[in-house]
């Protein structure tokens, strides 16, 4: 077998295309690239943005001036900025549209030019996304993309980042790295037809418009739709359904394009690169997490025996770097999975544990300087005995205050609270309840064999083997601190907004 160079030696001199690339997992992305390989070509960072300009300033402010880049920073003091836009080049567009959205058509022609590695990243990871979006982004991004690779004159990669979710049922078992059935409902027994999807999607919207309907109703409409188009076909939910349609786009061109999947699985704070704890936005468990510290979330659907699968960013993007420079061309396997239910399997009654514990020993401070106790967490292995705490622990009490009557400010209050915490609980159950009572673990046989194709030093540069975990230390330490400090970030951006 050819001896393969490495992971900084395949992006030497290498054009890529990235697309959502103001997302949480391409920031680490253009980062890692950036500092393995500073002689990279040049990364085409594709962002929703009207026109050059503003798709610079979106990099410029949601990405370049970020504390991940301060290594780079570091590296190159004062010359960083003219060495970052030599090699970082934004363009404005939107995977939503053909030609993706590139408007200017002499740089899309360079585009598929000199573009040689594509990492097709956009996605709208709402599991509650409207079902017109969640599909044009999804589901036709894909198409989109496909069609620009197509026309790429030197590719020699595309790699689609889809989700391991796009697999997830009721029952206990192992879920291969292995394609989908093509253009068929999760369990086989309907086809699936994109064209009558869409069809289906534009014609009620038509519905929706012809009756006036507002705003609020054509958006609380389409998330319905979608979670009801998703349940029919045997997914979990709209971004599930419509990244398993982008999957199976990507099936129909494997014969004429070098398409490659990576499906990681719940993605969580960096472990280590480039620092640790690093995160955007809150994910599935980060939601239960700091919601749980500040002592709104109570309760919980899970089986305490479930093995949750988490996976730190960095070893996604170093799995996605180690496909990028390790995939065997020719071979018929082209999915890989990343996850770590197989390798190091983490059970949530132990993810509460650890969780509870360093609640207990570092409380949540509110705004107003009350310090938040927290009481182990209340785990309910099935969404019946959620329910009837519910309606024990909120429902008949806030019954209770009505009919007595709400004659105080403080009566109002008081419910108000109650009833706020009673609805965001039943949300945030009904949306992850799916995901935390599957007993389905992702194998990553694939990914193992291709990391062990690894030289000694990509092991160290690009480390990607969920088995180094110690979750202790990484919960306590590394991910609850890491989600606490977004939390708070946010709260100060929100305050300078109100300003």
Partial sequence: MEKLP???????????????????????????????QPE????????????????????????????IFQPLRDKYQTHFNFWFWDKVFPLAGDVSLTNLGIGDAGLAEDVRKETEIIVHMAATVNFAERYDTALEVNTMGVKHMIEIASKCTNLELVLLVSTAYVNIIMEEGIIMEKPLQQWRSFNGRFNLDL??????????????????????????????????????????????????????????????????IIRPTAVASTLKDPFPGWIEGAKAIDTWISNYGKGQLKFFPTDVTTVIDVVPADIVVNAMLCIISYHPQGTTDFIYQIGSSVANPLKIGKMGDLTYKYFSEKPFVSSKGEVVTVKQPNFLAAMSSFYEIMDKHYKVPLQD?????????????????????YDFTVAVADVYWSFTISKMRYDDSKMQNLMAMMTERDRELIPCNTRVINWNKYFVETHIPGVMDYESRELIRASRNRK
């Fill in 401 to 421: 205050m009505l009919r007595r009557g709400l004659s105080t400010a403080e009566d109002h209050h008081i419910y108000n609270h109650l009833k706020r915490e």
């Fill in 195 to 260: 064209s009558g999807e869409m069809a289906f999607k534009e014609a009620k919207l038509k519905e929706l418009v012809f009756s006036n309907a507002s705003k609020h109703t054509i958006r609380h409409t389409m998330k319905r739709i979608g979670a009801e188009r998703a349940k029919k076909f045997g997914w979990a939910n709209s971004y599930t359904f419509t990244k398993a349609m982008g999957e199976m786009l990507a099936y129909d061109q494997k014969s004429r394009l070098p398409i490659v």
């Fill in 6 to 36: 490495g992971a900084a030696e395949r992006f030497r001199g290498k054009t890529v295309l990235i697309t959502g690339a103001t997302g949480f997992i391409a920031k680490l992305v253009v980062e890692k690239i950036l500092r393995l």
């Fill in 40 to 67: 990279v070509k040049r990364l085409y960072l594709l962002v929703r943005a009207a026109d050059q300009v503003s798709a610079k300033e979106r990099v410029r402010s949601e990405m370049m001036e970020l504390q």
